[in-house]
C-alpha cells in the first residue's frame, strides 16, 4: 500500500531556529496538505498545496510558515523561528483528487519540540 | 461546513460488533461524510466515505439514513488492535482540503 512518507520523525529545537520538516506524498497524489496536532488536542489544518502553489491556508499558517514542493516529489514545511507553541505533531497528507475524494493519505507524522 | 457530534468515548470488547453514531444535522447537499481512524502518535488514517444508504469495504461498513443527518460507522468483531480515536467528518468533496477534525470517539477494546 503506498504511503507518505515524513522525516525527521522527531525533531527537537531551540526557540527562534528554522526548521524544515519533510515529506514525500504518494507519487501520482496531485494534491498536498500540511496539518497539525497539539499534544491532546485536534488535528488541525495549516496548509493545501496544488500545481505547485497554496489553495489554501488556516489562521494558524502565517508568515513564519512556509510551504515548497523543490522537486518531482519533496514536499517541505518550513517554520522560520520557531516559538515553543510551535511543539506539535506535524502530519503530511496526500490524495489524488480535489477535496479528498477517497481519502486523504496522512503520514506518520514529526514530532516538532521546541525548547 | 457541517457540525458534527460524536460520543466522546466507548467501550466494547474484543469480537464485538461497534457502532459509532455521528450527528450531522446541518449537512449541505454536496457534503460526503467520511470517517477516520488515529493511533496515537500516528497520523489519521482513511477508513470508509459515503454519500447515502450503505457504504462497505474490507474494514467497515457506513450507514446513511435517507434524511442524512446522522451516519453509523460499523465495526464488524473488533480487537485490541482497533483501540484508537475515530473521527467524522463531513464536507464538500470540492473543497480545498481543509479537513475538520473534532475531538473524535476514543474507542476502547478490553479483552
Same mark, same amino acid.
Given at each position: 500500500?503506498?504511503?507518505?512518507?515524513?522525516?525527521?520523525?522527531?525533531?527537537?529545537?531551540?526557540?527562534?531556529?528554522?526548521?524544515?520538516?519533510?515529506? %514525500?506524498?504518494?507519487?501520482?497524489?496531485?494534491?498536498?496538505?500540511?496539518?497539525?496536532?497539539?499534544?491532546?488536542?485536534?488535528?488541525?489544518?495549516? %496548509?493545501?498545496?496544488?500545481?505547485?502553489?497554496?489553495?489554501?491556508?488556516?489562521?494558524?499558517? *502565517? *508568515?513564519?510558515?512556509?510551504?515548497?514542493?523543490? *522537486? !518531482?516529489?519533496?514536499?517541505?514545511?518550513?517554520?522560520?523561528?520557531?516559538?515553543?507553541? *510551535?511543539?506539535?505533531?506535524?502530519?503530511?497528507?496526500?490524495?489524488?483528487?480535489? !477535496?479528498? !475524494?477517497?481519502?486523504?493519505?496522512?503520514?506518520?507524522?514529526?514530532?516538532?519540540? %521546541? %525548547? | 461546513?457541517?457540525?458534527?457530534?460524536?460520543?466522546?468515548?466507548?467501550?466494547? #470488547?474484543?469480537?464485538?460488533?461497534?457502532?459509532?453514531?455521528?450527528?450531522?444535522?446541518?449537512?449541505?447537499?454536496?457534503?460526503?461524510?467520511?470517517? #477516520?481512524?488515529?493511533?496515537?502518535?500516528?497520523?489519521? /488514517?482513511?477508513?470508509?466515505?459515503?454519500?447515502?444508504?450503505?457504504?462497505?469495504?474490507?474494514?467497515?461498513?457506513?450507514?446513511?439514513?435517507?434524511?442524512?443527518?446522522?451516519?453509523?460507522?460499523?465495526?464488524? /468483531?473488533?480487537?485490541? +488492535?482497533?483501540?484508537?480515536?475515530?473521527?467524522?467528518?463531513?464536507?464538500?468533496?470540492? +473543497?480545498?482540503?481543509?479537513?475538520?477534525?473534532?475531538?473524535?470517539?476514543?474507542?476502547?477494546?478490553?479483552?
Amino acid at each position: 500500500e503506498p504511503e507518505v512518507t515524513q522525516t525527521p520523525s522527531h525533531q527537537v529545537t531551540q526557540m527562534g531556529q528554522e526548521v524544515i520538516l519533510r515529506c %514525500v506524498p504518494i507519487s501520482n497524489h496531485l494534491y498536498f496538505y500540511w496539518y497539525r496536532q497539539i499534544l491532546g488536542q485536534k488535528v488541525e489544518f495549516l %496548509v493545501s498545496f496544488y500545481n505547485n502553489e497554496i489553495s489554501e491556508k488556516s489562521e494558524i499558517f *502565517d *508568515d513564519q510558515f512556509s510551504v515548497e514542493r523543490p *522537486d !518531482g516529489s519533496n514536499f517541505t514545511l518550513k517554520i522560520r523561528s520557531t516559538k515553543l507553541e *510551535d511543539s506539535a505533531m506535524y502530519f503530511c497528507a496526500s490524495s489524488e483528487a480535489l !477535496g479528498g !475524494g477517497g481519502g486523504y493519505t496522512f503520514g506518520s507524522g514529526t514530532r516538532l519540540t %521546541v %525548547v | 461546513l457541517a457540525k458534527t457530534t460524536q460520543p466522546i468515548s466507548m467501550d466494547s #470488547y474484543e469480537g464485538q460488533e461497534v457502532n459509532i453514531t455521528c450527528s450531522h444535522n446541518n449537512i449541505a447537499t454536496n457534503d460526503y461524510i467520511t470517517w #477516520y481512524q488515529q493511533f496515537p502518535s500516528q497520523g489519521p /488514517r482513511f477508513i470508509i466515505q459515503g454519500y447515502k444508504t450503505k457504504v462497505t469495504n474490507e474494514v467497515a461498513s457506513l450507514f446513511i439514513p435517507a434524511d442524512r443527518k446522522s451516519s453509523t460507522l460499523s465495526l464488524p /468483531r473488533v480487537s485490541l +488492535s482497533d483501540t484508537a480515536v475515530y473521527y467524522c467528518l463531513v464536507g464538500d468533496r470540492r +473543497s480545498q482540503g481543509n479537513l475538520i477534525f473534532g475531538k473524535g470517539t476514543k474507542l476502547s477494546v478490553k479483552p
